[in-house]
């Protein structure tokens, strides 16, 4: 064979084990988390962090933080009370005064205000056709006006809009923003801003109100944007810079390009590289809710350094969202969120590079136990991964809680486990698929096997059946004519499975050579127990009864090589014939010497032999108890069988442990001989034709 064939062969057998299922598996899972296809890291990240974040909500971890912060609540029944959205901007202008006056350190007004005031003297001129001057006669105010007086002597935040749509319109938004070394290159790009209307440009800040939605929640959101070449705070961001009087935010990128790291005031906050910011969520209720309605009422609140936000619960208003934690939350309750974390410094950061390493480490050890599974006991294995994967959630758990740092651990468990599992699996199914066809194998050496059994009507006189105990007997019958005589033999092969059954072939194969050359039945004794001694083993041998019907001398001649009792049946009742030598293949010719019985025949006379299938066979005596029916029992049934010809008589006794009414341990096998003249007169059998 060339050396290419040789090593095309050894590749092909290698390729096949279950190792190399298992290892590619784990190396294409690799490659998609590293590159992130489909999203896979993505995902991971996501499900890690909202796992720890139902485990362990923000407030678990910082309980008192949320005292500083109210929800202004535009709610149905302030809706209700001061009349439909949008309300007149005076209404506005005097909820922003009345929070400033009970002392606020800013207020946050989640409300876009990028039209004017449909109250305005202008829009109600011209959608009354009265004059100006008519308008102002009957008491209208300018709310526009009104608001940006407000906005401009207190500690308001007002909203704004990212858009990627192009807008014609002036930017005249205050940056507030200081760079410091090269700008970062991923932040959120704007093509446009929806800026609040002119009259109030002068507030104290300004914020933009865009978020980020995945899946459905929100799991972070921006806090730096890019409009053209100037950088935009988020309206939560600038919240904190106008609470602390500062007067800018100070912005870099980190050093190694992973992050952003903001300066406002005294904070110091940490974002993706995309200046993001990760929410650790808490359950929204923590924080103190005020009906506006109730603000511009004659009731007083303390708001003394309290940060404020304005914005709207209200079904019809659609600023409700979903995080992590919870559905239905009012969009300022996230802004009020990010500020609690950032004054209790809870960052929450991810790496890709520490991602990958994980990634890595996995898939090295899922590949080595890849290769253990094939050669150890699985249950070690099913130890060892569960626990380096509960060293690996302990140490996710313990970062996050104390770092704030999210290891992909979804990702990392999928690539741990699945080597070893595919090639377990696929182990089992090459074991599965190899047994189909051993099964399949079995079934056709089934059908094999029957043929070298005879058919129960081949000689009318003589009957024989075999019933396997599993797929394949080691129990065989064989009897055909020769001239005027009929040579017979029953056999049972020692053990179970293949290996019986080929014994038994051989045992076959040899009795029907010899037999073919009319030798006595003790003498093909003594050359089929040459043969199976001579090339067998000792742990395998032949129990069987053998021998003659001249038919011309109505005479019956058999040996009984270490097999069950022959039962006879005739006119002065039933005898019972031990053996007469060891079994075949036992001991070698100079220790075989088989004795001869001689039986004369007579019309009455029935000889039975039997496997100790059938003398084993269990019957039940009681509800709970069985035993053997032995050879008595075996003659309790041949008693009933009196009038039945050979075939029947094989029939009914088979039928008893087909229904399960003797209970077999082992393979059952009969064999009927009874007087030429009972039955009629057979048609030469199958077996002599063929031979």
Request: charged residues 20%; contains cysteine; negative net charge.
């Amino acid at each position: 064979m060339r050396p290419t064939l040789r090593i095309a062969i050894a590749l092909e057998k290698t390729l096949r084990s279950p190792f190399w299922f298992g290892f590619w598996v784990t190396v294409i899972l690799w490659m998609i988390a590293t590159t992130n296809l489909f999203k896979l890291t993505d995902f991971g990240r996501n499900t890690s962090l909202d796992a720890l974040t139902k485990l362990y909500p923000y407030e678990s971890l910082y309980p008192d933080n949320s005292a500083f912060f109210v929800f202004v609540n535009i709610d149905d029944n302030s809706l209700k009370t001061l009349g439909q959205w949008p309300w007149p901007r005076q209404i506005s202008a005097k909820l922003i005064d009345k929070i400033s006056h009970s002392g606020a350190a800013v207020i946050g007004v989640d409300v876009l205000f990028a039209e004017r005031d449909r109250f305005s003297p202008d829009n109600l001129s011209q959608s009354l056709g009265i004059s100006k001057k008519e308008i102002a006669a009957i008491g209208a105010l300018n709310g526009d006006k009104m608001l940006g007086d407000i906005v401009k002597e207190t500690p308001a935040v007002l909203a704004f809009a990212l858009s990627n749509q192009k807008i014609n319109n002036k930017e005249t938004l205050p940056s507030h923003f200081v760079l410091m070394g090269d700008p970062p290159q991923n932040l959120l790009n704007a093509h446009a801003l929806i800026q609040p209307i002119s009259e109030l440009e002068f507030a104290k800040g300004v914020g933009f109100v865009n978020t980020n939605k995945a899946e459905g929640m929100i799991r972070e959101t921006p806090i730096v944007a890019q409009f053209k070449d100037n950088f935009f705070p988020s309206l939560a961001l600038d919240m904190l810079r106008v609470a602390q009087g500062a007067s800018n935010h100070v912005l870099k990128q980190s050093e190694l390009g992973e992050s952003i790291l903001i300066k406002t005031g005294q904070l110091n906050i940490k974002t993706n590289d995309e200046g993001s910011f990760i929410f650790h969520h808490g359950h929204t209720d923590r924080f103190a809710q005020i009906p506006a309605s109730e603000i511009l009422s004659n009731k007083t609140f303390d708001l003394k350094n309290k940060i404020v936000i304005i914005g709207a619960s209200a079904a019809g208003l659609g600023d409700i969202h979903s995080s992590n934690l919870e559905d239905d939350i009012p969009g300022p309750l996230f802004h009020l969120q990010l500020m609690d974390q950032v004054l209790s410094e809870r960052f929450i950061t991810y790496h890709i590079f520490y991602d990958r390493l994980i990634f890595l480490f996995c898939a090295g050890i899922s590949i080595l136990f890849s290769f253990i599974t094939l050669r150890v006991a699985y249950r070690y294995v099913l130890i060892a991964i569960p626990s380096i994967a509960v060293l690996l959630i302990f140490l996710s758990v313990e970062r996050f809680l104390h770092a704030g740092f999210i290891f992909n651990t979804p990702i990392a468990l999928l690539l741990l486990f699945s080597g070893s599992m595919t090639t377990y699996f696929s182990q089992i199914a090459q074991k599965i698929i190899l047994g189909r066809a051993v099964e399949k194998d079995i079934a056709d050496a089934k059908d094999v096997q029957t043929t070298l059994f005879p058919a129960p009507d081949s000689i009318s006189n003589v009957s024989g059946g075999v019933i396997p105990y599993k797929s394949l007997s080691g129990d065989f019958i064989d009897y055909f004519k020769v001239g005027n005589k009929i040579c017979f033999i029953e056999g049972d092969v020692s053990g179970k499975g293949i290996p019986s059954a080929l014994l038994m072939a051989r045992s076959v194969a040899l009795f029907r050579l010899f037999a073919r050359h009319n030798l006595t039945a003790d003498a093909i004794a003594k050359r089929i127990n040459d043969e199976l001694y001579s090339h067998g083993t000792a742990d395998k041998f032949v129990t069987s009864v053998m021998g003659w019907y001249d038919m011309e001398k109505q005479e019956l001649t058999f040996v009984n090589c270490g097999h069950n009792p022959v039962l006879l049946l005739d006119e002065s009742g039933h005898k019972l014939f031990d053996q007469t030598s060891p079994p075949l293949g036992v001991v070698g010719k100079e220790d075989f010497s088989p004795s001869i019985v001689t039986l004369a025949y007579t019309p009455l006379s029935v000889l039975y032999i039997v496997t100790d299938g059938i003398s084993e066979a269990m019957i039940k005596v009681t509800k709970d108890k069985e035993q053997e029916i032995g050879m008595e029992g075996l003659l309790r049934i041949t008693q009933k069988q009196t009038t039945l010809s050979a075939i029947e008589r094989t029939k009914q006794t088979l039928a008893l442990i087909r229904s399960q009414k003797l209970r077999a341990t082992d393979d059952a096998t009969i064999l009927v001989i009874m007087y030429e003249e009972i039955a009629s007169e057979a048609s030469p059998s199958k077996n002599e034709n063929q031979s």
